[in-house]
């Protein structure tokens, strides 16, 4: 599977890696850009590019941070963001979350094999569950590669 990322169509922001709260306006402003600015939109970056950003001032002289809230729940710029390991390092993720399809058919199938390992007494169990993802409209996202 490609990922969103590397699907064809998503958009970039904060090329340079300074991650400044323009730059997270930025992201937004990509999305608005194609018209897919909408509820449901969100940031999802790694867990270490989370704490930069819980870290760093939206303007100077203030306490004010960028990320706001804890990894799991905050909110960037009016929008929800979260962390997840399933993000590449340095990397963070803004879009329109809704516009995504996941596709299943089929139902969950599980097979056991009583004669795997006899002579242990093991029974292998084997599970398969047929889905695919999908991005209906692959502008409604961009990708920061560089959080830094």
């Known amino acids: 599977p490609q990922g969103i990322v590397g699907t064809t169509g998503v958009g970039t922001f904060d090329t340079d890696g300074t991650n400044t709260y323009a730059d997270i306006l930025s992201a937004q402003t990509d999305v608005a850009t194609v018209n897919a600015l909408r509820p449901g939109c ?3 970056a790694d867990p270490a590019s989370a704490a930069l950003l819980m870290a ?3 303007f100077a002289s ?3 941070p960028i990320w706001d809230g804890s990894m799991l729940s ?3 710029a009016g929008f929800p963001c979260r962390s997840t390991n399933q993000m590449s390092a340095n990397t963070m993720l803004f879009g329109w979350w809704t516009s995504t399809i996941m596709a299943e058919w089929g139902v969950l199938e599980l097979m ?3 004669y795997s390992d006899f002579t242990r007494g093991l029974t292998a169990i084997r599970a398969w569950y047929t889905m695919d ?3 209906r409209y692959p ?3 961009t990708y920061d590669s560089s959080v830094a």
């Open 139 to 141: 502008a409604a996202f």
């Open 56 to 58: 760093r001032s939206r």
């Open 42 to 44: 969100a940031y999802v």
């Open 112 to 114: 056991t094999n009583p």
């Open 74 to 76: 905050g909110t960037m």
């Open 133 to 135: 993802f999908a991005m």
């Open 62 to 64: 203030t306490d004010t």
